[in-house]
Structure formats: C-alpha cells, structure tokens
Nanobody, 118 residues
Framework: QVQLVESGGGLVQAGESLRLSCAAS????????MGWYRQTPGKQRELVAS???????NYADSVKGRFTISRDNAKNTVYLQMNRLKPEDTAVYFC????????????WGQGTQVTVSS
C-alpha cells in the first residue's frame, strides 16, 4: 500500500503563486510516475502535470509556462509550483502515483483545495 499526503493548497488572488507538495510513504517502487490532477464539481478529474522517476515531465496545455512539476526521489515527494494563477485554476488538486505495467496501479491523495479569486 501507498499513502500520499498533500499540502500547500489555499486561497490566493489571481496572479499569485502557490506550491503544492505531496509526500508518498509505504511500498514505493523506484520506477513510477507521480503527478497532479485536478477536479471541479461536475467535471472529470484531469491531468495537470506528471513526472517520471527519470525526470520526464508532461503538462496540460492550460498550465504550460505557468506550472512546474518536480520531485525529490530520495524523499518520495512531488511538488507543483503554480505561478500566475487564474480563477479557472480553482479546483481540488489530487496527488497521484502510478506504477505502469500490463495493468496500471494508481494511488491517490485525499486532495487539497486551491481557490483563486479574481
């Protein structure tokens, strides 16, 4: 089992920044993909950004150039630096760790609220 604990959400004004952190514990395999997803009421959860254990990154078009994902493999922690936040970034942000295989195995954090006021 894997446990993911997120922190860093909150209420900010448009244009400001936030940094989310997610620490993983438990049975952590060295090769994995960690990522951040977000969800608003009535909508599907969507990928914001992901990073492999080798450091390759992937971003949603809507956050490219504003958000940066990074990770510390020694601490099993993933970060999401969010700059120039917009009201449309308001959502619950979920941390994810995925073990890629014949069948992908996903673990999720409990979510942290990010609210951006205009």
């Amino acid at each position: 089992q894997v446990q993911l604990v997120e922190s860093g959400g909150g209420l900010v004004q448009a244009g400001e920044s936030l940094r989310l952190s997610c620490a993983a514990s438990g049975s952590i395999f060295r090769v994995n993909v960690m990522g951040w997803y977000r969800q608003t009421p009535g909508k599907q959860r969507e990928l914001v950004a992901s990073i492999t254990s080798g450091g390759s990154t992937n971003y949603a078009d809507s956050v490219k150039g504003r958000f940066t994902i990074s990770r510390d493999n020694a601490k099993n922690t993933v970060y999401l630096q969010m700059n120039r936040l917009k009201p449309e970034d308001t959502a619950v942000y979920f941390c994810n760790i995925r073990y890629v295989g014949v069948i992908n195995v996903d673990y999720w954090g409990q979510g942290t609220q990010v609210t951006v006021s205009s």
